[in-house]
């Protein structure tokens, strides 16, 4: 054995270079820009600033890189820690050799280091610790050096009553435990087999027995098996909660079953050279092999592919959920123009709220134009009456229970009364009773009945879907799949960055901004926040950026980080109004005498801006990216990223399921995205589903590059199935319908693909001939339940399909 080494270095100094390499050669970039990144960040830089307004010092990574760089740096310094504290538990127990210091330290995941550190890790005390207390150690090397020494006449030399070793075969069962110790803790070979059993493995689930009707809705998975490196995040997810609520039995199988020996053990005899040659101890160490994969290699493979799994599922889900959220919160808003918000209802009527083109509440009132009530007319006059005092111009209608009913209810309104010259929107109205009942919902609306908050916030969230979104926990907005399934702190931390990207791309204007909306804005807290709207309230209105930093608490790095994305519109500065950073306010003062204009002459004047070269105006602190910026954004300033406000126009006549025929062409708008497909709004309460392989006519890897939520798509109805509320969509409008009651949308296939639920046996489809049935999406809750219940694909009220 190597001498041990006493005093190792750790990574220490080596540490936060290797890191910026490693994170630079990931990202294909040079070093020295992930390491501008790394000290940004450190610094208390949040991404939106770095991308925005430090350009030259980390030379134009954009705001993808660097959330890879902030996601990676957290991981690998994650990995240091525990490095690091390996290398201190091997050394206190003075085993840390030369060799097994440089394989710690170049361990490249947590999984391979974990592998490294097993031998070493405290434990319990184990049957080969005890047989090796026994003196065990010896016969155990024996057997497995000299194979032509007989086992049972080998261990007869240690037999030892005092020392627990009854007879021959409790020494061969000691010298048994300590072999596969070692052989389930070798780190290189675990390495390979847990690859290989990625590779050819599978995830089998077979339902438990008398479970069948109670998890109705796991019925896609009752015999299933499908390879793991073929398996989408939402069935992983599917199959573990079938699992979790009983339903389920799920089994990690290494490879295809056969009669013979498996494969996975011959790699493991063939590490140590074990064979069967006929020599005497041949059988037992074979028989050794087979009893470490069975009871200890098998498992802890079994553990760590299972996570595997989970961790891939949980980033694809995580994955979606962002995207969807990012198109939502970027939909494009209606602007400023005078709302009337309706939460639909029947028993408790239609909840009525109207804001005026600030998103001030002017009026609200209850409406009974459905069942029981009835009251139709009446309920058209005082919208009317409601719609001319306040100078209504758009209708937010929530798309949910009686939406379909108050979408009629808005478009007779709208033909009755064309002076008043309105529009009507279906919205969504995803979390809007939880932001009813929240607590900032009590603060900005405290002497309003619960039930109307909800009619504000759709109001609301038709003139600007970001400022009203911000108000609602991300996961309660209705966008994505599985999410109680989900790492709470993997998904939130992913939603946050989304938010506070899109907030500070789109900018905020700080005399009107909420508290929620100015919190996600780079460098302002909850409690600044907070600060600033008391400020505002107590002072007025701010006049210029600079006022800023009279907030309280507000100090010179907030300032930095935040003054670029908040607008002041009709301040002292016109500037103020842009997203060029006080900090370059000298460039432009350089680019006005440069011009012989006035400031309030520069912007928006087209002309000469481009007459002006921004290698002129470059210095020591502002390069040529930021001053290209700067004259990007004095061309149109404040300018809105998000697209122009544009409405779907549902068919007349066409408001429940029973209207629906095959082959009909509808316009809808895409109310969300998941794995399988997306799903569609197109009038008739609930959603149509176009399955990802009724997208295009070319493969789809990826529904969300196709459509995304809030696009409005034209799509053809290929099947209704009205005992089970399902709507089969499709975009390609040339698809021909199907036959009268057969359902269209579950076994179309992919030009260059198949189904799921085609491949047979080994290939991961149904076990026993389930190819040919459809196979509609798995379960979900939460808000992906939100959209299967009203795509009719499970039951509103036991959640089965």
């Avoid at 434990?123 to 155990?140: F, V």
């Avoid at 309706?342 to 998103?359: E, I, N």
């Avoid at 300018?639 to 316009?667: H, Q």
Wanted: charged content about 30%; overall charge neutral; hydrophobic content about 40%.
């Amino acid at each position: 054995m190597e001498k041990a080494v006493r005093d190792v270095t750790t990574p220490g100094s080596l540490e936060v270079g290797s890191i910026e390499g490693r994170i630079a050669e990931e990202l294909g970039v040079r070093e020295r820009q992930v390491r501008a990144a790394v000290e940004l960040l450190d610094s208390g830089s949040t991404v939106p600033f770095i991308a925005r307004y430090r350009k030259e010092a980390t030379e134009m990574l954009d705001d993808a890189q660097l959330r890879t760089v902030e996601e990676r740096l957290r991981y690998l310094r994650e990995l240091e820690e525990r490095r690091t504290a390996i290398l201190e538990s091997v050394r206190e127990q003075g085993k840390l050799t030369e060799e097994l210091q440089a394989r710690i330290l170049g361990a490249e995941t947590k999984a391979r280091l974990e592998d490294i550190y097993l031998p070493y890790k405290p434990k319990r005390r184990t049957k080969a610790q005890i047989a090796r207390e026994a003196g065990l150690e010896p016969l155990a090397e024996g057997l497995l050096g000299d194979p032509t020494v007989e086992p049972l006449a080998a261990a007869a030399a240690f037999v030892d009553a005092d020392k627990g070793v009854a007879d021959p075969q409790a020494a061969l069962d000691g010298a048994r435990a300590i072999l596969t110790e070692r052989f389930s803790e070798d780190a290189d070979l675990i390495g390979e087999l847990r690859e290989r059993m990625w590779v050819r493995g599978r995830l089998a689930a077979k339902v438990r027995d008398g479970k069948e009707e109670a998890g109705a809705k796991f019925a896609d998975y009752f015999d299933f098996a499908e390879p793991f490196t073929e398996l989408p995040s939402h069935r992983i997810l599917a199959m573990l909660r079938g699992e979790k609520e009983e339903v389920l039995d799920l089994v990690l199988e290494p490879e295809e079953p056969t009669d013979g020996p498996s494969s996975y053990e011959g790699m493991v005899a063939h590490r140590f050279g074990i064979a069967d040659r006929g020599r005497p101890g041949d059988k037992w160490l074979l028989d050794t092999v087979r009893w470490a994969w069975r009871t200890r290699i098998l498992v802890h493979l079994g553990i760590d592919l299972r996570l595997r799994l989970r961790t891939a599922a949980e980033d694809e889900a995580v994955r979606v959920f962002a995207a969807n959220l990012r198109d939502l919160l970027l939909a494009a808003p209606a602007g400023t123009r005078a709302t009337l918000g309706l939460d639909p209802g029947f028993r408790t009527g239609v909840k009525v709220a109207v804001v005026d083109a600030t998103g001030k509440v002017v009026a609200t009132d209850v409406i009974h134009p459905h069942v029981p009530a009835n009251r139709w007319d009446e309920a058209i006059a005082k919208l009317a009456r409601l719609a001319k005092e306040h100078a209504v111009e758009l209708i937010a209608i929530g798309n949910g229970t009686a939406s379909r009913e108050t979408d009629k209810l808005a478009g007779e309104l709208i033909t009755k009364h064309p002076e008043l010259k309105l529009t009507k929107v279906m919205v969504s109205e995803a979390g809007a009773s939880v932001y009813s009942a929240s607590a900032f919902a009590s603060q900005e609306l405290p002497d309003m009945d619960v039930s109307l908050r909800g009619a504000v916030s759709i109001a609301r969230r038709l003139q600007d879907p970001l400022a009203e979104l911000v108000k609602i926990d991300p996961k309660s907005i209705g966008v994505g799949q599985y999410q109680h399934d989900l790492s709470e702190v993997k998904l939130s931390r992913s939603l946050d960055a989304v938010v506070e990207d899109c907030v500070n791309g789109v900018g905020v204007d700080v005399n009107t901004a909420s508290a929620p909306l100015l919190a996600r804005v780079s460098g302002i807290t909850s409690g600044l926040a907070e600060n600033i709207v008391a400020h505002r309230d107590s002072n007025g209105p701010f006049k210029s950026r600079g006022e800023l930093k009279k907030v309280a608490r507000l100090g010179p790095k907030a300032y930095e980080q935040c003054a670029g994305f908040l607008r002041i519109r009709g301040g002292d500065d016109p500037l103020d109004a842009s997203s060029v950073h006080p900090e370059a306010y000298p460039v432009v003062r350089r680019m006005v005498q440069n011009s012989g204009q006035e400031v309030a002459g520069l912007i928006g004047n087209t002309a000469v801006l481009r007459s002006l070269k921004p290698q002129d105006f470059v210095d020591e602190t502002f390069g040529l990216p930021t001053v290209t910026d700067i004259l990007k954004e004095l061309e149109k300033p404040g300018r809105d990223p998000r697209p122009a406000f544009k409405t779907a126009a549902f068919k007349e006549g066409v408001e429940k399921i029973s209207d629906l025929s095959a082959g009909m062409v509808l316009e809808g708008v895409v109310t969300n995205v998941a794995a399988f497909g997306a799903f569609v709004d197109v009038g008739v309460h609930q959603d149509g589903l176009v399955h990802v392989s009724a997208m295009s006519k070319t493969f789809v890897k990826d529904p969300r590059d196709v459509v995304k939520p809030g696009d409005i798509v034209k799509v053809k109805v290929l099947d209704v199935d009205i005992p089970r509320k399902r709507i089969s969509l499709t975009l390609r409008l040339d698809d021909e319908a199907a036959p009268q009651g057969q359902d269209g949308s579950g076994e179309r296939r992919q030009r260059g693909g198949r189904p799921p639920q085609q491949r047979q046996g080994g290939a991961g489809g149904r076990r026993g001939g389930g190819g040919g049935s459809r196979q509609a999406p798995p379960p979900a809750n939460g808000a992906m339940a939100d959209a299967l219940r009203r795509a009719g694909l499970v039951d509103p009220k036991n959640g089965k399909r």
